[in-house]
């Protein structure tokens, strides 16, 4: 059984910084974009960035400039850098392949945002 996990979640101040980890089964790293995903409470599971093979990211545009991500091959990991954080950022934050595959959804990790 494929398993992501996800780590790094916290509660963290409006302005604040966090890093979000990922570790992925190798042989899913090597050959698949991944993705980091949000879901806010009673919201649907949005993109947030995503990263290709070649490191090349996107991001969803309310992101852009805050969060970097980025992939560690040595270490089949993702990292999600977030800064400047809004009480809009807060959420459950998942790591998948990009399109998502149903059956590698983790646990997740929550990210609180709060004075």
């Known amino acids: 059984q494929v398993r992501i996990v996800e780590s790094g979640g916290d509660l963290v101040q409006p302005g604040g910084s966090l890093t979000l980890s990922c570790s992925v089964p190798g042989d899913i790293f090597s050959r698949w974009t991944m993705g980091w995903y949000r879901q806010a409470p009673g919201q649907q599971r949005d993109l947030v960035a995503r990263?290709?093979?070649?490191?090349?990211?996107t991001y969803e545009d309310s992101v852009k400039g805050r969060f970097t991500i980025s992939r560690d091959n040595a270490k089949n990991t993702v990292l999600l850098q977030m800064t400047s954080v809004t009480t809009a950022d807060a959420g459950i934050y998942y790591c998948?392949?990009?399109?998502?595959?149903?059956?590698?959804w983790g646990q997740g990790t929550q990210v609180t945002v709060s004075s």
């Open positions: 990263i290709n093979l070649y490191h090349a990211p």
């Open positions: 998948n392949t990009w399109k998502p595959t149903d059956a590698f």
